[in-house]
């Protein structure tokens, strides 16, 4: 996927400009270097009103970090609310990590992270071949904890949302029961694949007992009424083949990774020199 097949208000050299005058601000040394559109574009499940989520890093110079006062860890835009001074873009949410930042999220394995080097439409990228020579070296050591992630991500998502018997954010809307399916079945594809698939669409069609027509339904509810809790039916459908998905799942192996640690520290150092 491409920028270009995103329906967005803004260009992507809009939101390249965007990110130079957030990112690279007077009194700071940060460089802009990859940028792209992550979030529900990339799920599978974006509506008309959703906010475009634009993550990626960010450099400062090495010796920065000798200081007592060392870089910030990142940099954020309009994530709670509009930033001054960017309203034009209250739409748009930018988080920049700063490098060490970026590859101590790497290091984890973070999936948003992994999917955002994967699978985000581009819009800055500064540096190429260090991205993929950064999709190769991921791609050696894979799954690495990443299935743990998304079944967490999951677990979190219905548990706070999705358990009748907690009051306190029950909120049974299908971006919800997407948020949990697409976690389910995320975790399953890396292990089956050793590769990594936002598309919800994709997951539920090439999962073994991935449901593509309740996919489809969930979405098509969300698009025409995104906060409303979906109907009894869909609910049930959703809930059984969210609880048939984690039934399915086997226990997952910690991984070693010291060596992909090393890796990780390596590539590091080749794009901050």
Do not use: C
């Not at 959703?50 to 007592?68: F, M, N, Q």
């Not at 950064?134 to 967490?152: F, K, M, T």
């Not at 706070?160 to 919800?176: I, T």
């Amino acid at each position: 996927m491409t920028i270009e097949n995103l329906e967005l208000e803004y260009s992507a050299e809009e939101i390249r400009d965007f990110i130079e005058q957030a990112v690279a601000r007077k009194g700071t040394e940060n460089q802009p270097r990859f940028y792209a559109i992550t979030g529900s574009h990339i799920y599978g499940f974006d509506s008309a009103d959703s906010d475009i989520d634009v993550r990626g890093l960010h450099l400062v110079p090495a010796e920065e970090y000798a200081y007592l006062e060392t870089p910030a860890e990142e940099v954020t835009v309009n994530m709670d609310g509009t930033t001054e001074g960017f309203e034009a873009f209250a739409e748009v949410d930018l988080r920049s990590y700063e490098l060490k930042k970026f590859g101590s999220l790497l290091a984890k394995a973070n999936y948003n992270i992994i999917e955002l080097v994967f699978e985000a439409p581009t819009v800055m990228n500064g540096m190429p071949l260090e991205i993929d020579a950064l999709q190769n070296l991921i791609r050696e050591h894979l799954p690495l904890n990443v299935p743990h992630a998304y079944l967490g991500m999951a677990k979190s998502n219905y548990y706070k949302h999705l358990d009748p018997e907690k009051a306190d954010g029950y909120s049974p809307v299908a971006k919800k029961f997407l948020y949990v399916y697409r976690g389910l079945l995320g975790a399953q594809y890396v292990v089956e694949h050793e590769d990594i698939e936002a598309d919800v669409f994709e997951l539920a069609e090439a999962v073994d007992g991935g449901d593509p027509a309740l996919v489809e339904d969930l979405v098509s509810h969300k698009r025409a009424s995104d906060e409303e809790f979906v109907p009894d039916d869909l609910e049930e459908r959703a809930r059984t083949a969210i609880h048939e998905q984690f039934n399915a799942l086997e226990s997952f192996p910690d991984p070693e990774k010291t060596a992909y640690r090393a890796a990780i520290d390596d590539w590091m150092r080749k794009v901050r020199t």
